[in-house]
């Protein structure tokens, strides 16, 4: 990785500012549901705070739209962080103005004071230069260890870089540590597997991957639309009928290529998408009123024959309907089957990484990824804008 991280700079005693992402589901008693984006930040916090700097932390919750919204306040965030790290952290009413620059004058070596909610200012996702200067001005570094918002160029991600130095911490140097593996030089053979509702939100990630794998397995509800593509009938499935010709079209590329695209040939079918819904398995064409809502026990088969030989595996998108039971077989053996596997194993971020945890899977990973959207970008080959403007080593 070329870029600098926080063990290439001199943080003893320095007011470092830390782009977080806290963006965590809060329930309507405000208690927070799931804090695994917190424990993701702890290495790098713990690592200032162990050095003696003055910790100022910054993050966004929801999507407030520039108003102050009470209940998207970080308030619940700094009491578990406080928990987790066993000491107090300070928590601003605000992210700029007199009030901040006060708080921060008065910090200790050691202290964490985290700022509230940066999109309460429409500034922060304008990437407004005066906003991101004055998150500036309250430090003399800038730390980014916030991947899942590394793909928008924000005040708080790009803005703030052109005023301070800024370096990577450890959960964004490990991100891009495992994506360049992938993207750049990934032990084959190279398998990729990719599953979610639209064709659409995965064109570019297929265009770009089917340059670097050796396969690609395709589950989830965009498989129908590849289905119908070659011919089969898929029932009352979903189906993007202006993305048909264009399915064609990357199969057909791939054949070129010599790329092997896999689609599922048998299907765990149902007359509705419900919890109580009854199922049953039928090979290749789905009956009319019937629809496509998990891979069958055949195509798991099939995929794990291709996963066996693998020596990186990288999956985006669950590859059934996974957040009901009847539909979650799939994804769940499949997830299983990467547990045991010794390729290196990467879980892009969103619905996957969530199912990966689900299953308490996760330590047996080599890698899941915190921010979906950043990941799938990072995929389809695109520059992250808050990666690209930390300085190079």
Not at 10 to 36: H, M, Q
Not at 338 to 362: C, F, P, V
């Amino acid at each position: 990785m070329n870029k600098k991280t926080i063990t290439d700079i001199d943080i003893k005693g320095k007011r470092v500012i830390v782009r977080v992402d806290f963006n965590v589901p809060l329930d309507e008693k405000l208690n927070i549901t799931d804090d695994s984006r917190i424990r993701g930040a702890l290495s790098t916090i713990q690592y200032l705070i162990k050095n003696g700097a003055k910790v100022i932390l910054m993050s966004h919750l929801g999507r407030p739209e520039g108003k102050v919204k009470d209940e998207m306040r970080l308030t619940p965030v700094a009491k578990r962080l406080g928990e987790l790290l066993g000491k107090e952290v300070k928590k601003a009413d605000d992210c700029v103005g007199d009030d901040i620059a006060k708080a921060v004058s008065a910090m200790e070596p050691s202290d964490v004071l985290l700022l509230e909610n940066l999109r309460f200012h429409k500034e922060e996702t304008m990437n407004d230069p005066g906003f991101a200067r004055q998150l500036a001005s309250y430090a003399e570094i800038f730390v980014n260890d916030a991947f899942g918002t590394c793909h928008r160029a924000h005040a708080s991600t790009e803005g703030i870089t052109k005023y301070l130095p800024s370096v990577a911490g450890f959960l964004v140097s490990k991100e891009i540590e495992y994506f360049e593996k992938a993207t750049r030089n990934p032990d084959k053979p190279y398998v990729a597997i990719l599953g979610g509702a639209k064709v659409s939100d995965k064109i570019e990630v297929i265009t770009s991957l089917m340059e670097k794998v050796d396969a690609i397995l395709i589950g989830g509800a965009m498989a129908y639309t590849f289905l119908k593509s070659e011919g089969i009938d898929i029932g009352n499935s979903k189906l993007e009928p202006d993305k048909i010709g264009l399915a064609k079209e990357i199969l057909s590329k791939a054949r070129s290529k010599n790329v092997r695209i896999l689609l599922p040939n048998d299907h765990v079918i149902s007359d509705k998408i419900d919890a109580g819904a009854s199922t049953e398995i039928v090979e290749h064409n789905i009956p009319e009123g019937k629809i496509g809502l998990d891979i069958g026990p055949k195509t798991v088969k099939k995929f794990e024959e291709i996963l066996k030989d693998a020596k990186t595996i990288i999956w985006n998108g669950p590859v059934g309907f996974f957040e009901l039971k009847p539909f979650s077989k799939g994804t769940e053996e499949l997830a299983r089957f990467l547990a045991d596997s010794n390729a290196t194993t990467i879980i892009g971020g969103g619905d996957t990484a969530a199912a990966i945890y689900e299953l308490n899977l996760n330590t047996r990973m080599s890698h899941i990824s915190t921010g979906g959207g950043a990941s799938l970008e990072y995929l389809e080959g695109k520059i992250l804008p808050g990666i690209a403007a930390l300085n190079d080593k």
